[in-house]
């Protein structure tokens, strides 16, 4: 079981519970994923923050930018200046067999949760 939480965010993978095995949370806010459900976001995730770090040398330091990325079922947008940002998460439901979902980290929670999910994606590759 690996279990990790900071100030505003919190991330639990169980691999003895078959459905849902992943479970992401923000202050008062939690969803659980299915296994394809976290890799995929973990990719896109780890994409979208890349994608930032690439800009921030390019942006002044009062210049905002919004970074948006989808890969069918998330969308994620990454908002906010060259060393803070916000993370909004859409996962999109089909309306009969998964579940639609929102979820949001402010700064600085945005930043802790996506160093931990990058932590994670380097532990399985």
Not at 54 to 65: R, S
Not at 91 to 106: C, M, Q, S, T
Request: proline share 3%; aromatic share 10%.
């Amino acid at each position: 079981m690996l279990e990790k939480e900071g100030s505003g965010w919190r991330l639990a993978r169980d691999s003895s519970r078959k459905n849902f095995p992943v479970l992401i949370g923000g202050k008062y806010w939690a969803i659980e994923l299915t296994e394809n459900e976290w890799i995929d976001l973990l990719q896109l995730v780890i994409d979208l923050v890349d994608e930032h770090k690439k800009l921030q040398n390019q942006l002044m330091k009062e210049e905002t930018v919004s970074l948006e990325l989808e890969r069918h079922p998330w969308w994620a947008c990454i908002d906010g200046d060259r060393k803070e940002w916000s993370l909004h998460l859409i996962l999109e439901g089909d309306g009969i067999h998964k579940r639609g979902v929102e979820a949001y980290w402010p700064t600085p929670s945005a930043q802790y949760v996506t160093n931990e999910m990058r932590t994670i994606w380097d532990s399985l590759n």
